[in-house]
């Protein structure tokens, strides 16, 4: 299951990467080459700074679609054997559908996206607090 995860958005993560990778300028690394910085210390100060706003997408998309992989969990393993790949939003599914206990199934669906908004403020806050802003002024 965790291959099939990885080969399915691994894919999505490279592409958002490298659009983060080519739009951070050249001559930041010249001026850094000029000024004796090795390439280790250019990766540190200069790329892996300016690739946070792409790497914490990858973070809350990744983790996000950890919980929410239905389609992959459901038509692989169905939840099985016994509950070993179930997932809480396979339990949603079945508790809703099979069990026909929506209002459950409702309940757990609220906990679910609340959990998800804590991620994201989690990631938000280890990203640096302004990740996914945008200045107009630029």
Not at 35 to 47: K, L, M, N, P, V
Not at 67 to 85: C, K
Request: glycine share 10%.
């Amino acid at each position: 299951m965790i291959a099939a995860a990885i080969w399915q958005i691994v894919g999505f993560f490279m592409i958002i990467l490298l659009t983060g990778l080519q739009s951070i300028p050249q001559n930041l690394y010249e001026a850094a080459s000029i000024d004796g910085a090795s390439r280790w210390s250019q990766f540190w100060r200069i790329t892996l700074p300016l690739l946070r706003p792409s790497l914490f997408l990858c973070f809350v998309i990744g983790i996000i679609a950890s919980f929410t992989s239905f389609d992959l969990i459901y038509v692989m393993t169905g939840g099985g054997p016994g509950h070993a790949t179930e997932l809480l939003i396979t339990y949603v599914y079945k508790t809703a559908f099979t069990l026909t206990q929506f209002d459950y199934a409702g309940a757990l669906t609220i906990v679910m996206f609340l959990l998800f908004v804590g991620i994201a403020l989690i990631g938000n806050l280890l990203a640096g607090g302004d990740a996914g802003r945008v200045d107009i002024a630029d």
